[in-house]
T-cell receptor, first 113, second 113 residues
Framework: DTGVSQNPRHKITKRGQNVTFRCDPI?????LYWYRQTLGQGPEFLTY????????KSRLLSDRFSAERPKGSFSTLEIQRTEQGDSAMYLC???????????FGSGTQLSVL | AQSVTQLGSHVSVSEGALVLLRCNYS??????LFWYVQYPNQGLQLLLK??????LVKGINGFEAEFKKSETSFHLTKPSAHMSDAAEYFC???????????FGTGTRLQVFP
């Protein structure tokens, strides 16, 4: 069990650029979640996968955001045409099954200038 | 819709004093409740969880929480605070047929010598 791994740890980009983050969940965890956290707030749900299927997407997630989990293992989160309001910590988590505890990665801190 | 409310964004205690962090939930069906802790520059870590059964749940690092259905509460306590307990604490809930963990806004615990 090597834990949930996220890359990169930090990303600084200019407004309008596209960015992509990667998450490697704990092996054999079939559920994978993406959250966003801003300063002083709790993590906010974005989307989640069961294996390769994206089962739910937050209404807060604009069309500029897309997530994939092509082989049911790692996942990517892409943000197109970044805006300053996208600046946040993006957290990934995985779990073995429904209603079980989530294991979180250390996150990717995005700063949009 | 399910939600959690954490009363008090900041709590300060002296080392050795009782720690009490408050959490109230809203759920139309019996919930699963969690407390997570986030140390600076680290990922979220599960402290404890309540699913069914015994309403007093013991977690790591001497923390415990009691599920009180009549009060819709799941307050976190620790009899004697330690300096190393200083962190951000998040209450979270899963309920019903949803699969996503909903977090409160967090409580920052400061421990003074």
């Amino acid at each position: 069990d090597t834990g949930v791994s996220q890359n990169p740890r930090h990303k600084i980009t200019k407004r309008g650029q596209n960015v992509t983050f990667r998450c490697d969940p704990i092996s054999e965890h079939n559920r994978l979640y993406w959250y966003r956290q801003t300063l002083g707030q709790g993590p906010e749900f974005l989307t989640y996968f069961q294996n390769e299927a994206q089962l739910e997407k937050s209404r807060l997630l604009s069309d500029r955001f897309s997530a994939e989990r092509p082989k049911g293992s790692f996942s990517t989160l892409e943000i197109q045409r970044t805006e300053q309001g996208d600046s946040a910590m993006y957290l990934c988590a995985s779990s073995l099954q429904r209603n079980e505890k989530l294991f979180f990665g250390s996150g990717t801190q995005l700063s949009v200038l | 819709a399910q939600s959690v409310t954490q009363l008090g964004s900041h709590v300060s205690v002296s080392e050795g004093a009782l720690v009490l962090l408050r959490c109230n939930y809203s759920s139309s069906v019996p919930p699963y409740l969690f407390w997570y802790v986030q140390y600076p520059n680290q990922g979220l870590q599960l402290l404890l969880k309540y699913t069914t059964g015994a309403t007093l749940v013991k977690g790591i690092n001497g923390f415990e929480a009691e599920f009180k259905k009549s009060e819709t509460s799941f307050h976190l306590t620790k009899p004697s605070a330690h300096m190393s307990d200083a962190a951000e604490y998040f209450c979270a809930v899963i309920s019903g047929n949803t699969d996503k963990l909903i977090f409160g806004t967090g409580t920052r615990l400061q421990v003074f010598p």
